[in-house]
């Protein structure tokens, strides 16, 4: 359903199709108590799942190991003045599991950052919701 201020709501297949055309997007986490956003190249997990892939020793694996973050990925056409953001929420974790981690070093992703000892890190895709900005042409 398209509102009348050109946004319309995407479902969660939409969305998850979306996600899986891009190959970056921003972790929105808590850190020393503040908000923070940390752009990542992921890949999406056949369950629905973000993976990202980073250094063991960084701060973003202490920050958000076992809790919940948001993660937000668009693609916007600026002189269309169309495009979508979706966000995933759900719960952090790194992927302890020998035969996963084996796994996602052949399927997921490959940090842009030169990594040693890297880890991957799932965000649960417990709640997955979109927007579409549809369009409203030039209004100059």
Known sequence: MIHSDGFRALGREECLRLLGKVPVGR????????????PVNFTLDPDGSVVLCTSADSDLVRAVDGVVVA??????????????SVVVTGRAEV?????EHE????????????LRDGVFVRIGGGMVTGRELTGTGDRS
Do not use: N
Not at 71 to 84: I, L, V
Not at 103 to 114: D, E, K, N
């Open 103 to 114: 796994r996602l070093l052949r399927t997921g992703p490959r940090s842009w950052m030169p």
């Open 71 to 84: 993660f937000e990925a668009d693609d916007f056409q600026a002189g269309r003045r169309s495009g979508w």
């Open 27 to 38: 972790v929105v986490y808590t850190r020393h108590a503040l908000p923070a956003v940390l």
């Open 95 to 99: 992927v302890s599991d020998p035969a």
